[in-house]
């Protein structure tokens, strides 16, 4: 079965500071990575996803991830973060016909 | 992308009874349905995963009589939450795969909150 780890439970930074999530995923097979972003009060959105093609993806509002297999890593950045930004993030994988998601890292950006 | 529509958005219920929830895929058919339940600031956790025509898949701890499922169709699989206790109060998801291609992306209801009282 697979599983997915995420190691920063909470991160603050200040606006114009980069950002990067780390996700780490355990699955023999072939899987879908996903992160998802559930702002304040709001449901999940999808920010990117990766099947298969190019290792490094790029997602809505300037995210992108980069997949490494060696390091069964899926990690999570952002060049310039804005206030906007705060949110919780989720790390999910696709495999054996389940998604699983990560335990999530809390973002908070401040002014 | 595919749209997936879950009822009720939230519920309230005296502890006891039993409480139905729906998730439908509009515009695609999924013969898979994964139901999630989030607590407040954490993340979701899979609960079942619905087989249109067959059993679900329970997660370990996940008790099969409380939480029954049913995939009666490949647009329609239902979550009941029996005989609900305050402790049954939370975030319930459901997801829908796309598997019309090559790579499986998951659609997301919007969520049904249920308040047991």
């Known amino acids: 079965a697979q599983s997915v780890s995420q190691h920063n439970h909470h991160v603050i930074l200040s606006e114009a500071a980069s950002l990067e999530l780390g996700c780490n995923y355990s699955?023999?097979?072939?899987?879908?990575l996903f992160w998802y972003v559930q702002y304040p009060g709001q449901h999940l959105q999808l920010l990117l996803k990766y099947f298969s093609e190019d290792p490094l993806v790029k997602g809505i509002k300037g995210f992108e991830a980069e997949f490494i297999k060696s390091k069964f890593s899926f990690n999570l950045r952002k060049p310039s973060v804005q206030w906007s930004d705060t949110a919780e993030y989720f790390c999910?994988?696709?495999?054996?016909?389940?998604?699983?998601f990560g335990a999530g890292t809390r973002l908070a950006v401040h002014p | 992308g595919a749209v997936v529509s879950q009822h009720p958005s939230w519920v309230i219920c005296k502890s006891g009874t039993s409480v139905k929830i729906e998730c439908r895929s509009l515009d695609f058919q999924a013969t898979t349905m994964f139901w999630y339940r989030q607590f407040p600031k954490q993340s979701l956790m899979l609960m079942a995963t619905s087989n249109e025509g067959s059993k679900a898949t329970y997660e370990q701890g996940v008790e099969k009589d409380k939480f029954l499922i049913n995939h009666a169709s490949l647009t329609l699989s239902t979550l009941t939450v029996t005989s609900a206790h305050p402790e049954d109060s939370s975030f319930y998801i459901c997801s829908a795969p796309n598997q019309g291609s090559l790579n499986t992306e998951a659609f997301f209801g919007q969520g049904t909150r249920l308040t047991v009282v």
């Open positions: 699955y023999g097979g072939t899987v879908n």
């Open positions: 999910a994988v696709m495999g054996d016909n389940k998604l699983i």
